[in-house]
């Protein structure tokens, strides 16, 4: 069975009457002998194929799903085949077949075995696709148990479902999902070279130390998620201020890059600023070069708010991340943050920062962990709630103010509830979100740490009062 990427390049070659009705990139599964159809009627890839095209329109509008969901399909299919299942076969068939799928999947060959977030993904796809067959009339039957119970949101009571075919998750605590301040520090300085006491180090041998150094402190400085930072254009970067300042500095995120296309302002200190214009001017100049994509996008007349490309007047908000990719300047060269040799954009982040991680654990600190971009993100909210919560911004705030020079984020700073700003610089739909995320994480060590640091300063007042409130306990 084979997965093609629908384009519709040259579709007027084709006699047809219109342009077909496909998404761009929409994956489209078939057969071998490429028959949709056979004497028995409609094949399996049909209906899979259906459901593929109601993604944009039901909650999936990435390409990056498309085709995650679409390789699950197939790997489903083709297990369904070799045993000789009917995809919407009866409930005691699909159930058999699923448990074999799932012994293959997570304790089969090492060649089809299936990491823990590997096999989630392929259950959220076929769950998906089978609650499509069943309103759509096709399935008579699925192969999932469903359990349900309730539980308290917001103070409502709601209903909840879990699908049995989950794996149970490990406790938050097994494992480090952010970087304490001395090991980020650690990690800017391995982007850059640079052993833990800041010197070169002469065993360094990677490549654009100054990019990855910049790039580095901004992730670590404004939370933003992987598909975000990596679709950064140079002119997106928000000014510099005339003078330092403990205020941090607003930064937009750009929208159709955002996760599920939301807009949102998170926040960068002033020295990572400084280091990312630092970058532009004198790094990155020096990687200009001619390069070119296969089908360009010339920016002209290009400012902080969009830029005439091909001619027509566009807001960079309006571009999605695969055209930002082929955005250059008339000269040539990519208009991404981050640039390669002759121009050309460098996107590969994951492994650059795995590489750096294994270099600094081998190096210099054996407890070093893997860093992933999505722990850089955990790494910015840990750190940004400790300010919060030791009042640092609002301190700067304050003095902010006293200083006549005001803005509406040091306001915000002063009357805003830190889980609230929090929210906002992560982007969370609802504070409930900003609740659930940290608690997978070590917040009691902040709220504790922070009590150590004022406890001196506590009256005895207030020590009586909270000693009474666990006296009339007894």
Known sequence: MLVHFFSA??????????????????????????????????????????????????????????????????????????????????????????????????????????????????????????????????????????????????????????????????????????????????????????????????????????????????????????REFTHLLVHEVPPLPAEPTEVPIPWVVPELAAKGRKFRTTWIDYSSLAAVHSYIALDREMSQGPWRPRRPLVVEEADFYGGRVNGRRTRWAALRPEERLRLVGPQGGSLLLALSYDGRPFVDWGTLFRRTARRIRERFEPR????????????????????????????????????????GLALYLLKADPLLILRDLLGHSSVVTTEVYLKRLDVHRIYRAAWERTRAVINAAALAEADAEFAEEF
């Open 9 to 226: 390049e040259g579709w007027q070659s084709w006699g047809l009457d219109g342009e077909p009705l496909i998404p761009e990139r929409m994956p489209v599964l078939f057969d071998d002998d490429f028959l949709f159809e056979d004497e028995g009627g409609p094949r399996a890839t049909r209906a899979v194929n259906s459901w593929l095209r109601t993604l944009p329109s039901s909650g999936a509008p990435s390409p990056n799903s498309w085709r995650a969901y679409a390789l699950a399909a197939r790997d489903w299919l083709t297990h369904l085949r070799r045993h000789r299942v009917a995809v919407f076969g009866t409930r005691q068939e699909l159930v058999a077949a699923l448990g074999t799928y799932a012994d293959r999947r997570l304790s089969g060959p090492l060649d089809e075995r299936l990491e823990f977030s590997s096999w989630e993904l392929q259950v959220t796809a076929l769950s998906r696709f089978y609650g499509w067959a069943e309103s759509e009339g096709l399935a008579a039957a699925v192969p999932f148990t469903v359990a349900t119970g309730k539980r308290m949101v917001q103070g409502q009571l709601m209903e909840t479902r879990h699908n049995r075919a989950r794996l149970r998750r490990p406790k938050p605590h097994v494992k480090v999902q952010y970087l304490e301040s001395d090991f980020a520090g650690l990690f800017v300085y391995g982007l850059a070279g640079l052993g833990p006491d800041g010197l070169e180090d002469a065993t360094f041998r990677g490549r654009f130390p100054g990019r990855n150094a910049a790039m580095g402190g901004l992730v670590l400085g404004t939370g933003m998620r992987s």
């Open 368 to 407: 070093f962990p893997d860093v992933a971009p999505h722990r850089c993100r955990h790494t910015f909210a840990m750190a940004t709630l400790e300010k919060l919560v030791e009042g640092h911004y609002r301190q700067a705030a304050q003095l902010t103010a006293a200083t006549g020079d005001s803005s």
